[in-house]
């Protein structure tokens, strides 16, 4: 909501604030539709506010509930007996060390 300035009170948005959201979006949207994401969207605003109200000083975030933590190693260098130089001659083209292809993007 911060990056859209909306007239509207947080938990009613009226049909130029759906509008608005709907140009920002690129959405082409009928008037029934209009309606009908006002009336939601105002719906779920509301919501919002309730949850906002909420007291929760001193409770800690709930980030992670299953208790799973990552699990990471420490980067080691491998040698598997070949020499990058060597694997690199049976490349069809490489430039500064680092294999050519053909440009991809379209």
Do not use: C, F, H, W
């Not at 980067?75 to 990058?84: A, F, L, N, Q």
């Amino acid at each position: 909501m911060a990056l859209v300035q909306l007239k509207a009170t947080m938990s009613k948005l009226t049909q130029d604030d759906i509008l608005k959201l709907a140009r920002l979006a690129r959405l082409q949207l009928t008037d029934d539709e209009v309606d009908e994401y006002a009336s939601e969207l105002s719906e779920i605003l509301q919501y919002v506010e309730q949850l906002s109200a909420v007291d929760v000083t001193g409770l800690k975030p709930t980030n992670q509930v299953t208790g799973l933590t990552n699990v990471t190693r420490a980067d080691e260098i491998k040698s598997y007996g070949y020499d990058p130089k060597e694997l690199r001659k049976n490349l069809p083209a490489v430039e500064n060390d680092q294999i050519k292809v053909k440009r991809m993007i379209g």
